[in-house]
T-cell receptor, first 115, second 110 residues
């Protein structure tokens, strides 16, 4: 059973470009969470999705950021018109479908650098 | 929303000593409290967790305690080893939301 997969692992974008980050949850997981981690800081919640639904996006900036988790394929975090302040590690986590299960398992992260 | 505070931000101990990291949370509805270990450049790894209906849980050298009345929980590592050196994060979950503490950088000196 493969773990949570994220790609790319490293992404370099110039200011103004778009960044697309992908996350494939563990098999049997349909809950996906995205977090942002700045250097030397903690994990900041961004968005929680289930298949085809955004459940909670309270941590995501209102502009330039969007997330989706389609019926087929990975979850995508999209950042439009990137700025230097978007440089960070972006982690996704997934949790099982069974009721009452809260554990979240993290992917390896995507390190975004905006030049 | 939930607010999680974690102390200390850095902790240095001698190999073999114990380490204690403490967290407080604000939302009394929080019902799940995991601890993650993150080594440099790697993903956070779940090391232990506790639910609100339990006061203490132990797994070898690691233990977690929960005081629901005071809304705080702690991670205890005994007989520390250099490979325990990492950043440790606590978290609290209420409904669908997981909120993390700012992290504690633990250094175990050989």
């Amino acid at each position: 059973n493969a773990g949570v997969m994220q790609n790319p692992r490293h992404l370099v974008r110039r200011r103004g470009q778009e960044a697309r980050l992908r996350c494939s949850p563990m098999k049997g997981h349909s809950h996906v969470y995205w977090y942002r981690q700045l250097p030397e800081e903690g994990l900041k919640f961004m968005v929680y999705l289930q298949k085809e639904n955004i459940i909670d996006e309270s941590g995501m900036p209102k502009e330039r950021f969007s997330a989706e988790f389609p019926k087929e394929g990975p979850s995508i975090l999209r950042i439009q018109q990137v700025v230097r302040g978007d440089s960070a590690a972006y982690f996704c986590a997934s949790s099982p479908d069974r009721g009452g299960s809260f554990e979240q398992y993290f992917g390896p992260g995507t390190r975004l650098t905006v030049t | 929303g939930e607010n999680v505070e974690q102390h200390p931000s850095t902790l240095s101990v001698q190999e073999g000593d114990s380490a204690v990291i403490k967290c407080t949370y604000s939302d009394s509805a929080s019902n799940y409290f995991p601890w993650y270990k993150q080594e440099l450049g790697k993903r956070p790894q779940l090391i232990i967790d506790i639910r609100s209906n339990v006061g203490e849980k132990k797994d070898q050298r690691i233990a977690v305690t929960l005081n629901k009345t005071a809304k705080h929980f702690s991670l205890h590592i005994t007989e520390t080893q250099p490979e325990d050196s990492a950043v440790y994060f606590c978290a609290a979950r209420v409904n669908n939301d997981m909120r993390f503490g700012a992290g504690t950088r633990l250094t175990v000196k050989p």
